[in-house]
């Protein structure tokens, strides 16, 4: 107990009980030691040991050409290349014609609704121009029977 703390206590005239007063205990949570545990050496980047063999291993091993990844579906095969899935198994028509034709579709579709708005605008603008033609044409013949 500190010094301090047993003159408070002996000036109020209580009894010192070391067990109540002792404030010496040291908790762990904010002790002073911090010592981590020291953490287990990385395992290597790759476990396979492809990377190390030469070329002509490496061709024995994988096959003469890598090629792009493929995958089969049902009755359908599908084939990685530029970043997408491209059918194999099209028909007729291969899948980069396929993409292109949708491409080109999506922007027949953007024409096509730009060009339907048009239309809206022109024959807004026609029934327009009507009713105004006939408040004309009934002010002239308000006009010609007086």
Avoid: C
């Amino acid at each position: 107990m500190s010094v301090a703390l047993r003159n408070i206590v002996e000036t109020i005239g209580g009894e010192t009980k070391p067990a109540l007063l002792d404030f010496s205990f040291k908790m762990p949570l904010f002790g002073n030691t911090f010592s981590p545990k020291k953490t287990p050496p990385r395992k290597s980047a790759s476990l396979s040991n492809l990377h190390t063999l030469d070329r002509s291993t490496r061709e024995i091993e994988l096959g003469l050409e890598y090629g792009y990844p493929m995958m089969n579906l049902g009755s359908q095969s599908f084939k990685f290349e530029d970043g997408q899935w491209i059918s194999e198994s099209g028909g007729n028509v291969s899948g980069k014609e396929v993409q292109r034709l949708k491409k080109r579709n999506l922007q027949l579709e953007e024409e096509n609704n730009l060009l339907r708005l048009k239309i809206e605008v022109l024959l807004d603008m026609l029934s327009e121009a009507t009713a105004e033609t006939h408040l004309i044409q009934k002010e002239l013949d308000v006009r010609r029977k007086k």
